[in-house]
């Protein structure tokens, strides 16, 4: 089954980007409708209101396309709290090009995506296909699981190699094995996927606790 089965780009939608500044401007419009409510006076009351805690939860965790996520997650065996955490890492659900060129909500390099299309047997990929969010989810899931499947299962490798590449995680987990231990967290060379991976893993908990109803734990 190729990444993108079932989930091929809506002609006419709007760009992924511009819904998802609307649905901040929601969010942030729930915010001061809340303050406005009671007035600064009553910011402790508001605080506790249900409208004012969603409302910091949305902008804080953010979450969309949750559909999307469980249906991925069912598809490619995968936990939908660690979809959602790695498109928090990559994005915060507001996608946007990055300046090395990785694309969409969960920052699909386009090789990376080719390369994928190749081996899920896809044959109508384009890059193009990367900037709507369904398409995206699908092909950063697919990745996810290949990396999951390339190293056993384990999601601190397979995390740092989807920030740091699988060639840095081969030699860095060769290296720890030749000292006769496992690549740990804190050996990770680089700063910056050593941070990513304990990110995710924060958000993935988080996710978890914070939106299980809508990502089909309860």
Known sequence: MSPATATRPLRGAPSSGSARRRAIARRRRRVLLALSALGLGGLALVVATPLFRVAVRDLTLPLAHQDVIRAQAARKRLDPALIAAVIYAETKFDARPSPAGAQGLMQIMPQTAEFLARRSGATTFTTSDLATPSVNIAYGSYYLRYLLDRYHGDEVLALAAYNGGETNVDRWVAEARARGRPLRISQIP???????????????????????????YG
């Open 190 to 216: 680089f700063p910056e996927t050593r941070a990513y991976v304990l990110r995710v893993m924060q958000a993935q908990r988080d996710y978890r606790q914070t939106y299980a109803s809508e990502l089909g």
